[in-house]
């Protein structure tokens, strides 16, 4: 690391012993600032479970203070508009706070240096932290904790950190779950959470033999950074570890989130926001940064690499797992690829508003969303609402990188890949980090960092349009 950057990271060091309150000696040790591998704790398990207890309310009080400044969390749901499986209410309006004395019409027409200089970029824009950015690792919301407790006696919940957003802000659970193959059935979950104990008499007779056996290895627990045997864990007992199903509940998302294995240094490591795999039969890259280019690549590259940590030294000594490719992992790619959109009947076959159903306000933000709000030269509607490539943004032009937040230092996001906007409504909160927390907030994210100078009107049909799809 360069001298200057590695000065920059240093004070890191020490600052969750000091929200903590506890002696140092006692705390658990946070990896050092400028570490390619995850070093070993060098206290027995019990201090630092003891320590990280310990330490636990302090920094979800840090984290709470963080988002109730950046954003309101307060439970407002658009009347009538629910998710796909009607479990949940859409969230309505702008969450993100502005500076004091902005309005998002005077913001919209200042440049980005004058937003730079000026720092009146919101900072619900900017990277969202890691709960515990210094130990980063994968948190699930409390109802799916539960959900497996119960199902299989399997432990998701951390002894360190809990999940940090408020329910009503994340997907319905469980998600409903549509099939490629019998688009006639509708909803195939029955409105359960596929597990181990339950999904062969969900899907018996609905699936293939392969598709079965996919789904099986899918829902089977393999060790995980923060969930397995060792010594490094945070979970109480030795846990059998995670499954590909914990994060994508349903084959969709349940807002769970870790942090991105293609960074170093740990504190620059952005925090990514479990992804649908609703559609993933016309994905063609996989992963915010990889780009890796089949789903059969991306189990495998997670597998091997104690999952999201993209550290094989460290995950070789839980147990690793080696799927076999041909027997395996292709059996896992059968069945994840008749994973299907939830239906969108006001859309016809190119992906556009059929006039006939769709109302007014719809079919304006559906001329904004292909014309002046420019969404579709990347959300091609005619090939689900992708463009299978990488983007960057440089939102680095509107505020100074380098300024910690809960301990994330951040660096430019760089290029990030364009994900599909059919079944938006299901799938808060927004962009890979998850610091956008409603439709609304994206809107207005882009009309600024792409200088569009949208309306209010304008902006409220582009929502308007974007719960059609």
């Given at each position: 690391?360069?001298p200057?950057l590695a000065?920059l990271?240093?004070p890191l060091?020490?600052?969750?012993c000091l929200?903590?309150?506890?002696p140092?000696s006692?705390?658990?040790?946070p ?11 060098t206290?027995?398990?019990?201090a630092?479970k003891?320590?990280?207890e310990a330490?636990k ?6 984290q709470?203070a963080?988002l ?6 307060a439970?407002?749901?658009?009347a009538?508009?629910m ?6 209410a859409?969230?309505d309006g702008?969450?993100v ?5 902005q ?7 200042l ?5 730079r200089?000026?720092?009146l ?7 969202l932290p890691?709960v515990k950015?210094?130990?980063g690792?994968q ?8 959900e497996?407790?119960r199902l299989?006696?399997r432990?998701l ?5 809990d999940?940090d957003?408020?329910d009503?802000?994340?997907p ?6 549509f ?23 969900i899907?018996?007779g609905?699936?293939?033999p392969?598709?079965?056996e996919?789904?099986r290895?899918?829902l089977t ?8 045997q060792?010594e490094?864990r945070?979970?109480a ?6 499954t590909c199903?914990?994060?994508?509940v349903?084959f969709?998302?349940n ?6 294995p293609?960074l170093r240094?740990?504190a620059a ?6 992804t649908?795999?609703r559609g993933?039969?016309n994905q063609?890259?996989?992963?915010s940064?990889r780009?890796?280019r ?8 997670e ?7 993209g550290?094989?030294?460290s995950a ?5 797992n080696?799927?076999d490719?041909a ?5 896992m790619a ?6 299907d ?7 016809d ?20 969303f ?6 579709a030269?990347?959300?091609v ?18 505020y ?8 994330l230092v951040?660096v ?10 059919r079944?938006i409504?299901?799938t808060p909160?927004?962009?890979h980090d998850?610091r956008?927390?409603?439709?609304a907030?994206?809107v207005e994210f882009f009309n600024l ?11 409220e049909?582009?929502?308007s349009?974007?719960l059609?799809?």
């Amino acid at each position: 690391m360069m001298p200057a950057l590695a000065r920059l990271f240093t004070p890191l060091i020490s600052l969750s012993c000091l929200v903590a309150a506890v002696p140092c000696s006692l705390a658990a040790d946070p990896p050092p600032p400028d570490t390619t591998y995850r070093p070993l704790p060098t206290l027995p398990f019990s201090a630092v479970k003891s320590a990280d207890e310990a330490q636990k309310p302090a920094v979800m009080q840090r984290q709470a203070a963080l988002l109730n400044q950046r954003y309101d969390l307060a439970n407002r749901p658009m009347a009538g508009v629910m998710m796909s499986g009607g479990r949940r209410a859409v969230q309505d309006g702008v969450r993100v706070r502005l500076s004091p004395g902005q309005s998002w019409e005077g913001l919209g027409r200042l440049t980005p240096a004058e937003v730079r200089e000026r720092n009146l970029l919101p900072d619900g824009f900017k990277p969202l932290p890691h709960v515990k950015q210094a130990t980063g690792g994968q948190v699930f919301p409390t109802r799916q904790i539960d959900e497996i407790a119960r199902l299989e006696q399997r432990d998701l919940r951390r002894f360190d950190v809990d999940f940090d957003l408020p329910d009503h802000l994340t997907p319905e659970f469980p998600s409903p779950i549509f099939l490629t193959t019998h688009p006639e059935l509708g909803d195939v979950s029955r409105g359960q959470v596929l597990a181990l104990t339950n999904y062969y008499d969900i899907l018996l007779g609905i699936v293939t033999p392969v598709q079965m056996e996919g789904m099986r290895l899918l829902l089977t627990p393999f060790p995980q950074e923060e969930f397995n045997q060792t010594e490094d864990r945070k979970v109480a007992a030795p846990s059998r570890g995670v499954t590909c199903m914990d994060c994508h509940v349903n084959f969709n998302t349940n807002a769970a989130f870790h942090l991105t294995p293609d960074l170093r240094p740990q504190a620059a490591r952005f925090r990514l926001d479990s992804t649908s795999l609703r559609g993933l039969f016309n994905q063609q890259i996989h992963g915010s940064k990889r780009s890796l280019r089949s789903v059969e690549d991306f189990t495998e590259f997670e597998q091997r690499t104690a999952y999201f940590n993209g550290d094989h030294v460290s995950a070789a000594r839980k147990g690793v797992n080696l799927p076999d490719r041909a027997s395996q992992v292709a059996m896992m790619a059968q069945m994840q690829n008749i994973i299907d959109f939830p239906p969108a009947p006001k859309l016809d076959a190119a992906g556009r508003l059929d006039p006939a159903h769709a109302t007014q306000k719809e079919l304006a933000g559906e001329k904004l969303f292909t014309g002046k709000a420019r969404c579709a030269e990347c959300h091609v509607p005619a090939t689900a609402f992708m463009d299978q490539q990488m983007h960057d943004l440089k939102l680095e032009r509107f505020y100074r990188t380098g300024v910690a937040a809960n301990d994330l230092v951040p660096v430019p996001d760089g290029p990030i890949k364009t994900f599909t906007l059919r079944g938006i409504k299901d799938t808060p909160p927004y962009l890979h980090d998850g610091r956008l927390l409603t439709l609304a907030d994206t809107v207005e994210f882009f009309n600024l960092v792409l200088g569009l100078k949208l309306s209010q009107p304008e902006k409220e049909a582009l929502v308007s349009y974007m719960l059609t799809l």
